[in-house]
């Protein structure tokens, strides 16, 4: 008697040529990608690509400067609607909705450039994340729910900010706003969180605190991140997309990706 097939969801994406074997969780894909494509005029920014990412992975899409890693994460955010190809969550297709559809379907979204609200302490910006996942009426209550309150704190504790919770949000370091923006970006109980160059601006020790306060999150929410810096990719990620030109050149574990000789020869031409 033949073994039934393993289902299409937990079967692993075939590689690139020169990729290596792609070795994936067994868990089901959460967020797709099929044929997508992404035109500025004449430029193809994001060319004919296919992607899966598969829950509890911390995924890192890399490339040189203009390979098409942020508008890829743009596109999978809703911040761009792709000229073709198809997006899919959980089986569902995504179409074109909004940025705030997609938060409130599952799928978070950080940027590059901190987004956090100056005049408030640190609780009140999470706080704030937390409420604007409630319908509107819910909204207008003159106080906090108690239990968007407790939420909220075990954020920031998530992200080693418990402490901070009643500081100026204006008193902390960069390294320190990242933390927060993530416990944001968790407000909206996300099952994918997109991060758009994490390290950005960060000093190497508020790298390694980064590396590994994404290493926690990454046990509540599925990360997707487009990052530049190989080694902090290489530390943390547990599966590795790599970009040139708009198209995908390689994926699989960090250690696949980073010695394809294509990989190779495009991070030694780009000087990353």
Known sequence: MSTPPTPAEQRPVPAPAGAGTVS?????????ARGLTMRFG????????????????????????GAGKSTLLNLLGGQLLQTSGEIQFMGRSLGSSTPA??????IGRSFQ???????????????????????????????????????ARQLLDLVGLGAQAH??????????????????????????????EPTSGLTEHERHSLGALLQRVARHATIVMAEHDVDFVRRIA???????????????????????????????????
């Open 167 to 196: 500081i100026p949000v204006e008193a902390l370091g960069h390294g320190q706003q990242k933390q927060l923006e993530v416990a944001i970006a968790l407000g909206g109980r996300p099952r994918v969180l997109l991060l758009d």
């Open 238 to 272: 547990t599966a590795v997309t790599a970009f040139n030109l708009g198209r995908k050149i390689a994926e699989g574990s960090a250690k696949e990706v980073f010695e394809t000789p294509e990989v190779k020869q495009v991070f030694l031409r780009s000087g990353d």
């Open 42 to 65: 004449g430029f193809v920014a994001i060319d004919d690509v296919d992607l899966d990412v598969y829950e509890g992975e911390l995924h890192a899409l890399v490339g040189p400067n």
């Open 101 to 106: 559809v997609r938060a409130r379907m599952g």
């Open 113 to 151: 450039l901190t987004s956090v609200v100056p005049g408030f302490s640190c609780l009140e910006n999470v706080v704030l994340a937390v409420e604007a996942q409630h319908r509107m009426l819910s909204l207008l209550r003159p106080r906090t729910r108690p239990s968007d309150l407790a939420h």
């Open 24 to 32: 994936r969780p067994g868990g089901p894909v959460v967020l797709s």
